[in-house]
């Protein structure tokens, strides 16, 4: 059997998911000199490693680097001799190095030795360039982005997260920059105008979070408690940026020491802003990367969601310290452990941290996210089978993430909290410096709670979609009845575990049980009681912690806009009464609730305008009745003292108003807009709400008068704080015009990064446009634009279409240009342009709608 791997051939290794694992790497001593003006690299890797089975191959991962043939050698420990291979040969598709030996390698520890050279690229991953400024001249840094697998094209590598290893790093540099890895330096040695910097060696880690950066920047330092020294790394001249993340870090690293029961295992955390960006951020270990929007907060010129957003990042990234980069999972697989798991515990720490911000409740988001994915056909399980490294980028989606945080929530809340904690404190514990299953989080959980977690989350993570539960009562007990919601209005088979919560005529007692069946009748002997009284009511998912949506018989008529919304959407319910239900909004108060209802009500407009353009007006109208008290009571200044909710209503309501082209609001907004033009630092538009004076500006702009988008674009090329460009990137009514934008958005000027908020904010108007433009610009995007950005720029354009004809021309186009790294995103984009094409079809039908919104816009 050990012989086997002795007598393989090259091509036994092509085409394979996985490494074989007949070697083992133990210790990783990795050499790198970046040229920053030549954008090359060269670098060394000596891999101390452990043959475990007879193999004349040594077999790992290299990707875009340039390895020549009497560049790799092999010195098994103990011996005196070299061995030179015989061949070594690059499989670009499998972006493996199989290096073949002419004799049988020696069981146990050896070194293997590589010496290559690279480019460091544009595409923001691998070893990449960034370009900055510096006292006003062009400069580039190099940066390092791994995750999922692009080690490889840094250094050869087994680029696998199981394949854990110790890492010594050592950078040649210019001598006054600054050279920055996972670990402190130990020692730097100056000579000339190049230093050698050493970096202490680290502990056991995955090949995806090394991280190396050099360039020119400033920083501002802190310790915890316990001596961790933190710092946040920004561009020169603007630490000062950096004071409020650098707060939250250290903050949630002391949290979490305590939340997991270990404490952060490296001597230093650096975070670090990064000027192109293709993520949010990375939680490189000791290292962690962001963009610049989600790490710098200027006091003057950020808004309150950009607050939250660093918070929350901040957090996420902390969170991957323990979960995820001491605790790795075994396989991506398992990358929901990760990222649903770093999501879910971003809000425990941003709701210890800002209590008044209702983080929970603007969770609802989350699930929202999770559930407009899981409804689709194309959806795809939790855990989910991955054969080819491209496919991974994929599904660092709302599945992993928002799915993945919510089932976690869910669990968390029917197990209770303490046992959560405890159970996963055992099983960071156990698995600390090694790798994990789904299953094994688990069996801990299951072992400290004495629930069957096992049997109770396998349904939700193995399993795509999620129920619907039908609840009916019936001579005083309560009927459930599951089926599989699909936004298509069809049934699916799925069948879940669901933990049930429910209230009834008070909040004060909740009921809790497990509804297994497909149908299942529950004696609730205090539902008796109260079903006597008259104002009587129930509720399921209390506090709206499970995943799944609730379908009350008429009885007990829900007030959940979100499920109605998605009912609506899949044929069984009308549009009328939707609209009926945001009517019944009127009068609320959370800022959480209203900006549901707002989404939802722009979500119509998209749809309206293609089902029933000539209802569009009235729509409008009726959706200004609707939110103008809301703005009167709000205004546009803030008021002293006021919370951070009410600066997120404000921003949220005002843009809502100017993108249904209220007249009052965008003359308004133009008003203190044009006061801005000439002084930024203006009270009269303060940060909350410059998005929304923005779009109002774009609201006047057409082919013939363009002045407002000059100004805007005046504004975008003026600031260099990133929240503020981003905010200006606004889009416009008519077609002429959102062209031209998408075309500024491919220029040199905007950055690759910043693109797809262009795409974002085209807005009803522009989707067909920016469809017809995808199209015409294909080759140049899929060859300049790579991993989850890509796939963004297929779903915002697609997605957004809502006819059969439009969803022919989609499948017609990416027939021949689906790769497998945008393969499941272009199936659910043209899912879903099938689903608003029935919904636009059903709203044709309903004949009634015309009237009912002029009533409303009258009664309201
Ligand atoms: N591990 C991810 C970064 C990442 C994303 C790597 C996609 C490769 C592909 C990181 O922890 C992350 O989740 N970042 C989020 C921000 C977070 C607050 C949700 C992001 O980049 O959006
Ligand atoms: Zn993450």
């Known amino acids: 059997m050990a012989a086997a791997a002795a007598e393989q051939s090259v091509e036994q290794f092509k085409g394979k998911a996985r490494l074989p694992n007949f070697a083992t790497p133990r210790r990783y001593d990795l050499r790198l000199t970046p040229d920053l003006e030549a954008c090359v690299f060269s670098g060394s890797v000596a891999v101390s490693l452990d043959v475990t089975a007879p193999t004349r191959f040594l077999v790992l991962n290299a990707a875009e680097l340039d390895v020549a043939p009497g560049a790799v050698s092999f010195a098994p420990q103990g011996s005196d001799k070299v061995l030179e291979p015989a061949e070594v040969t690059n499989v670009p598709g499998d972006e493996i190095l199989i290096i073949r030996f002419n004799e049988v390698l020696p069981l146990g520890e050896g070194t293997l030795s590589i010496a290559f050279k690279g480019t460091l690229n544009d595409k923001m991953h691998g070893f990449y360039r960034s370009v900055y400024e510096l006292n006003g001249e062009k400069k580039n840094m190099a940066v390092t982005q791994f995750e999922p697998a692009d080690a490889r094209r840094c250094f050869p590598c087994w680029d696998e997260p199981s394949f854990k290893a110790v890492f010594k790093i050592t950078l040649e540099v210019p001598s006054e920059i600054v050279a920055l890895s996972n670990m402190p330096v130990v020692e730097e040695k100056v000579n000339g105008p190049t230093k050698v910097v050493y970096f202490q060696e680290s502990p056991i880690m995955s090949t995806y979070l090394v991280a190396v950066i050099v360039g020119f920047f400033d920083y501002v330092e802190a310790f915890t408690t316990d001596g961790t020294r933190v710092r946040v790394y920004t561009q020169v001249g603007k630490s000062a940026q950096g004071k409020f993340a650098l707060e939250v870090a250290v903050k949630t690293l002391v949290l979490f020491k305590e939340y997991f029961a270990v404490p952060y295992p490296l001597p230093k955390m650096d975070m670090i802003a990064i000027p192109d960006f293709a993520s949010g951020a990375m939680e490189n270990y000791g290292l962690v990367t962001y963009r610049e929007t989600a790490l710098l907060f200027d006091e003057k010129h950020s808004a309150a969601a950009n607050k939250q957003r660093v918070a929350v990042v901040v957090a996420h990234e902390l969170a991957h310290q323990w979960f995820g980069n001491l605790v790795t999972m075994e396989w991506w697989t398992h990358l929901w452990l990760n990222e649903g798991f770093a999501t879910w515990v971003s809000y425990l720490a941003a709701d210890q941290f800002f209590p008044e911000w209702n983080v929970w409740t603007q969770f609802l988001e989350e699930s929202t996210t999770g559930f407009k994915l899981d409804a ?158 008259d104002d009587f009511w129930i509720k399921l998912n209390v506090n709206q912690t499970s995943f799944y949506r609730v379908s009350y018989d008429e009885e007990l008529a829900s007030r959940v806009l979100d499920d109605t919304y998605a009912l609506c959407m899949a044929g069984k319910q009308k549009l009328v009464s939707l609209l009926h239900l945001i009517a019944a909004y009127k009068d609320e108060t959370e800022y959480t609730v209203l900006a549901r209802v707002i989404d939802t009500s722009l979500n119509i407009v998209e749809m309206m305008a293609v089902a029933a353009p000539e209802e569009l007006v009235n729509l409008k109208k009726f959706l200004i009745v609707f939110l103008e008290p809301f703005a009167e009571k709000i205004g546009w200044d803030a008021k002293s003292g006021e919370g951070h909710l009410n600066a997120l209503l404000r921003g949220t309501l005002f843009t809502a108003l100017a993108e249904l082209g209220h007249e009052a609001t965008i003359n308004e ?192």
């Open 669 to 860: 907004a133009v008003r203190r807009f044009n006061v801005f033009l000439e002084d930024r630092e203006t009270p009269l538009l303060p940060p909350d709400v410059r998005k929304a004076a923005y779009v109002a500006l774009m609201q006047t702009v057409n082919k013939s008068n363009k002045a407002g988008y000059e100004s805007l674009l005046k504004i975008y090329r003026e600031s260099d704080l990133s929240q503020e460009k981003v905010r200006s990137l606004g889009s416009c009514p008519d077609p002429d015009v959102v062209r031209e934008v998408l075309d500024f958005m491919f220029s040199p000027e905007v950055r690759n990064q910043d693109s797809i908020w262009v795409l974002r904010g085209v807005g009803a108007a522009g989707y067909e446009v920016a469809w017809e433009w995808l199209k015409e610009n294909w080759d140049h995007i899929s060859a300049t634009i790579s991993g989850t950005l890509l796939t963004y720029f297929v779903s915002i354009t697609v997605s957004a279409l809502a006819t059969d004809e439009k969803g022919d021309d989609a499948e017609e186009f990416f027939k021949s240009r689906t790769k497998a790294n945008i393969a499941r995103t272009v199936k659910q984009s043209i899912e879903r342009v099938r689903i608003n094409a029935k919904w636009v079809k059903s709203i044709k039908s309903e004949a009634e709608l015309g009237n009912v919104l002029k009533e409303h816009a009258v009664k309201l």
């Open 376 to 533: 689709l056909e194309g959806s795809h399980p939790i855990e989910v089978d991955i054969n080819h490294v491209d496919e991974i980028d994929e599904i660092f989606d709302a599945i992993s993430y928002r799915k993945g945080a919510s089932v976690i929530r869910m669990l968390q809340s029917y197990l209770g909290a303490e046992i959560f904690q405890k159970s996963l404190a055992a099983y960071i514990k156990k698995f600390a410096y090694s790798n994990a299953k789904t299953e094994d989080l688990w069996a801990a959980l299951e072992e400290g709670s004495g629930e069957p977690v096992r049997t109770l989350m396998h349904s939700w993570t193995k399993q795509q979609g999620y129920p619907v539960i039908n609840v009916e009562l019936k001579d005083g007990k309560l009927q459930l009845e599951q089926t599989q919601f699909l936004s298509s209005g069809s049934t699916g088979v799925g069948q879940w575990v669901v933990p049930i919560t429910l209230c009834c005529c008070s909040y004060s007692r909740q009921e809790k049980f497990l509804f297994q069946g497909k149908q299942e009748e529950f004696n609730l002997s205090g539902l008796i009681e109260c079903q006597k009284k």
